[in-house]
């Protein structure tokens, strides 16, 4: 029942998207918009403990309520998103995509030891991966599936396009790690929170969090190139992905190197986040670990 609901909505909205008018199809998602954040009440209290976290307050509450909303809003227009690129062609995804810093990248794959784009639930990531193999060649990203059977099969479809490989979340390791040795690239995700056995605890915002070593031990093991990566947007129909200088890698075997390679992920997805708050997902419960009061 619940999966014909799932795919009932998205039909709707894809109608919506493929046959409505510009100016109409965007008055309906400020409307939807409007109601997720007026009914959604246990993801707005998730966003607000988030930003009061993060931002304290340097940010006045006025603030933090426009973004809470505009969190609504980048879901609808990364559904959207998602919708028109299931038939769109290689050259058309690539004139919406302006790319910043591109030699970083080409000069990683020069050397052909694999790339980790670190990257964040941030701005439309799910076209990242989609823009990166259509311009660069071969990426592989990790994927979770999703309770509906049915939806999950149009992701993965839309997911797989443009030399775009999706690693199952389970057993993924292998995968990963055939592709860097192959010197290809592989997408991680790294702003989530982790279980307890899982994560290393640093500082984010301020306020310890637990983060995934995933990219650094991938990195140390493999001895391939991390680089971050975020797209953003200012229309949500043009973005820019912009790649910044490599993290260096866990020098040798002690925790703490592991720790500095770690560190300087969480800073630069900070750094991005300050920028420009509104694109972030804020609905994940971030500080979980340590904080798991405040969301209750």
């Given amino acids: 029942m619940l999966d014909f609901f799932y795919l009932s909505a998205f039909v709707l909205f894809k109608f919506f998207v493929t046959k409505l008018p510009k100016s109409l199809l965007i008055f ?3 409307i939807f918009a409007a109601i997720g954040y007026r009914i959604d009440k246990k993801h707005n209290k998730i966003a607000k403990v988030n930003l009061d976290l993060a931002f304290e307050n340097r940010m006045s509450e006025e603030r933090k309520i426009e973004i809470i909303k505009q ?6 227009y990364l559904l959207k998103d998602f919708i028109e690129n299931q038939t769109i062609s290689k050259e058309k995804l690539l004139q919406k995509v302006t790319f910043h810093n591109e030699q970083i990248y080409l000069e990683a794959l ?6 980790i784009f670190q990257t964040a639930h941030y701005g439309n990531w799910e076209l990242m991966s ?11 990203i990790i994927g979770r599936e999703l309770d509906s059977c049915a939806m999950n099969s149009i992701l993965e479809k839309n997911r797989q396009r443009f030399n775009v490989t999706l690693l199952d979340k389970k057993g993924a390791m292998r995968g990963i790690l055939k592709a860097l040795k192959n010197g290809e690239s592989v997408g991680l995700l790294v702003d989530q929170n982790t279980a307890e056995k899982e994560g290393v605890l640093i500082p984010f915002f301020g306020k310890l969090v637990r983060h995934t070593p995933a990219a650094a ?12 990566a975020f797209m953003t947007t200012q229309d949500h129909e043009h973005f820019d992905l912009t790649f910044y200088d490599p993290i260096l890698p866990p020098l040798d075997d002690s925790e703490q190197s592991l720790i500095d390679s770690i560190q300087a992920q969480a800073n630069i997805t900070q750094r991005t986040i300050e920028k420009k708050p509104d ?18």
């Avoid at 989609?130 to 592989?140: E, M, N």
């Avoid at 031990?217 to 971050?228: G, L, M, R, V, Y």
């Avoid at 609905?283 to 209750?296: A, D, G, I, V």
Wanted: glycine share 6%.
């Fill in 130 to 140: 989609l823009a990166v193999g259509a311009k660069f060649g071969p990426i592989s």
């Fill in 110 to 115: 020069k050397l052909k030891k694999g790339v």
């Fill in 279 to 296: 694109e972030w997902f804020w609905f994940h419960r971030r500080w979980k670990n340590q904080y798991e009061e405040l969301y209750k």
């Fill in 71 to 76: 969190c609504y809003k980048n879901l609808l």
């Fill in 28 to 30: 309906l998602i400020n």
């Fill in 217 to 228: 031990q991938f990195a140390k093991k493999t001895d391939c190139i991390i680089i971050p």
